[in-house]
């Protein structure tokens, strides 16, 4: 793996990370991607958003069992926390954010 192309994301390690998958659907995708940069910004610095494409990480999309799209699963330190399956629709920053502090 070329690592100049992709580099490392330091996070630091108690930082919860939500793994947004997206669907690979370009248009559906844009969707997804503007739901979730609202998201970042609703959120702050208390979690850091992950996007991760199907068609360009087919690997982690198979290693959380990731089904359907949109999902959004909330990890720290390698555990899950949460996880949301589903359409776009069904889900909004303010939905999220009480799913999220919920955890």
């Known amino acids: 793996m070329d690592l100049t192309k992709h580099p490392p994301i330091l996070i630091p390690a108690k930082t919860a990370v939500l793994l947004a998958f ?58 899950e926390l949460w996880r949301h399956e589903g359409p776009s629709d069904e889900v909004n920053p303010e939905a999220l954010s009480l799913g999220l502090s919920n955890v």
């Open 22 to 79: 997206l669907p690979s659907a370009s248009r559906e995708n844009g969707a997804v991607s503007k739901l979730v940069d609202t998201l970042q910004q609703y959120l702050g610095e208390a979690i850091k958003i992950l996007k991760i494409d199907e068609t360009l990480h087919p690997d982690v999309v198979q290693s959380f069992s990731v089904d359907k799209f949109p999902t959004y699963i909330l990890v720290q330190q390698g555990i």
